[in-house]
């Protein structure tokens, strides 16, 4: 699922607020069909969703080393011996194609490993629970900032930890099968899938089982929109305006929609 919409529109907020990191002022957030208490810390999620949230700007802690910022959760809130810990950092970094990076610091990397490392520890699992939970990935603006080639490095990256078989070409995007007896665009659809099947995914190997059933994506970049993302939902002004697959975002002429596709200073989004 993508989220957009124009700026301040409330697209962060709902990610906090299904994080369990804000408390909602009106209204419920459900979890698995059951309305969350309070925040994430009053209410026992056990068993429940595990959530993960990659916060936009990668939220790393600067003194700490990768090592200690993917492990964070799991020092802070396990028993884990540390042999432990460091094999399951190890663990989450190789499944983001970053092995051997733990002894570096945040400002030693890249944007885009940033991005990666971040989401590492997002997905860091507990290897002493036998509580096997699925779990749901939040990512806020994953590639803002990024140039084009790490921008696709991380949007591989977030199709491929919901579907590892992706990395290897192995599934076309869900976005091009969707209606086989719509063949006017299929030339431009053969060519768009050329790139989102091939090029910088070379290189990074995820294991199978990574666990991520489901993601929301919070992006203003088109090329996220298109490789990452099979459903959209328009915010504005804290309110769903429309909602859609990746092809009715392409072709619709819903005024919003249209304006913020395009890039318009003409339309219902107003800017002063």
């Known amino acids: 699922m993508g989220i957009i919409g124009s700026s301040g ?22 979890i698995k069909g059951r309305a969350r208490q309070g925040l994430l810390s009053d209410d026992d999620t056990s068993d429940k969703l595990k959530i993960g949230l990659v916060f936009q700007s990668g939220a790393l802690f600067d003194s700490l080393s990768v090592k200690e910022n993917v492990g964070f959760m799991l020092y802070e809130h396990t028993s884990l011996p540390d042999d432990d810990i460091a094999a399951a950092v190890a663990d989450a970094l190789a499944k983001v194609g970053l092995s051997g990076v733990e002894d570096l610091y945040p400002s030693e990397l890249s944007g885009g490993m940033k991005k990666r490392v971040a989401l590492a520890r997002a997905i860091v699992q507990d290897t002493s629970s036998s509580n096997s939970v699925e779990q749901c990935i939040m990512y806020d603006e994953p590639t803002a900032g990024l140039d084009p080639v790490a921008s696709t490095v991380v949007e591989d990256l977030i199709r491929s930890m919901h579907d590892p078989a992706y990395l290897n070409g192995e599934n076309e995007n869900e976005n091009e099968n969707e209606n086989e007896n719509e063949k006017e665009n299929e030339n431009e659809n053969e060519n768009e899938n050329d790139t989102r099947t091939t090029g910088t ?22 090329s996220t929109i298109r490789r990452s993302v099979d459903r959209i939902i328009f915010l504005n002004k804290g309110q769903v305006v429309w909602e859609g697959t990746v092809r009715d975002f392409e072709t619709t002429q819903e005024p919003i929609v249209r304006q913020f596709r395009e890039g318009s200073l003409d339309g219902p989004i107003a800017y002063v």
Do not use: F, M, N
């Open 201 to 222: 995914r070379r290189g990074i190997k995820l294991q199978e089982g990574c666990g991520v059933s489901s993601y929301v994506v919070v992006t203003h970049q088109h």
């Open 9 to 30: 529109t409330g697209k962060s907020t709902a990610l906090r607020l299904a994080a369990g990191l804000l408390e909602p002022d009106a209204g419920q957030i459900l």
